[in-house]
């Protein structure tokens, strides 16, 4: 069973680069691909890309210039324990939005289950 | 990229009574829909894939159907805890989109 968590800074300004990062917990890193949704306030959830256990990244064409998806098959806390990141550079109040993680078993097309979701405020 | 249009926009219900929530699509999916749950504060919930296929520890009362442009999510007999915001979703047409949400509300 997938869990995930996810973290990073919640207050940018523009111009600055987002990053955040979440970790999987439980079930196989490799039958799945590890995506990134966003939600700005009060609307709807928009894919901003997805990366394979083996590195290679797909992102939304809306966002392909300025998003960057990265994987890390161990962390030093344990084998068990794997990591994917999230950077978008150059960010305006555009960005705002609640972010998050989320695994898609390679078999599928649904996300199941999600992180617990990041508010990243992009402010001057 | 495959455009989800959801309707209506806000459905405002009793408790008890059926829900029937639409997804049409403007290119053929197949059966490749999911539907999510999302309520205030919280992150979205698979609740059907495959268009018709409950996720695990769903409800009975939530089913899913359709095929090619329309789907359709109906959930039999409301419940409190079921009002909340309600996508679709497809990866079948690249990039990965979502319907913009349709609100049941209680009336």
């Known amino acids: 069973q997938v869990q995930l968590h996810q973290w990073g800074a919640g207050l940018l300004k523009p111009s600055e680069t987002l990053s955040l990062t979440c970790t999987v917990y439980?079930?196989?890193?490799?039958?799945?691909?590890w995506s990134w949704i966003r939600q700005p306030p009060g609307k709807g959830l928009e894919w901003i890309g997805e990366?394979?256990?083996?590195?290679?990244?797909?992102?939304?064409?809306?966002?392909k210039s300025r998003v960057s998806i990265s994987v890390d098959a161990f962390t030093h806390r344990s084998p068990f324990t794997h990591q994917f990141s999230l950077k978008l550079r150059s960010v305006t109040a555009a960005d705002t939005a609640v972010y998050y993680c989320?695994?898609?078993?390679?078999?599928?097309?649904?996300?199941?289950?999600w992180g617990q979701g990041t508010l990243v405020t992009v402010s001057s | 990229e495959a455009v989800l249009t959801q309707s209506p926009a806000i459905l405002s219900l009793s408790p008890g009574e059926r829900a029937t929530l639409s997804c049409r699509a403007s290119?053929?999916?197949?059966?490749?829909v999911a539907w999510y749950q999302q309520k205030p504060g919280q992150s979205p919930r698979l609740l059907i894939y495959?268009?018709?296929n409950r996720a695990s520890d769903i409800p009975a009362r939530f089913s899913g159907s359709g095929s090619g442009t329309d789907f359709t999510l109906t959930i039999n007999s409301l419940e409190p805890e079921d009002f909340a915001v309600y996508y679709c979703?497809?990866?079948?047409?690249?990039?990965?989109?979502f319907g913009q949400g349709t609100k049941v509300e209680v009336k």
């Open positions: 989320a695994s898609l078993w390679v078999g599928g097309n649904w996300f199941d289950p």
């Open positions: 990366i394979s256990h083996r590195g290679s990244p797909n992102y939304n064409p809306s966002l």
């Open positions: 290119q053929s999916l197949s059966t490749n």
């Open positions: 979703q497809q990866r079948t047409i690249w990039p990965p989109t």
């Open positions: 495959d268009a018709s």
């Open positions: 439980g079930g196989s890193f490799t039958e799945n691909y």
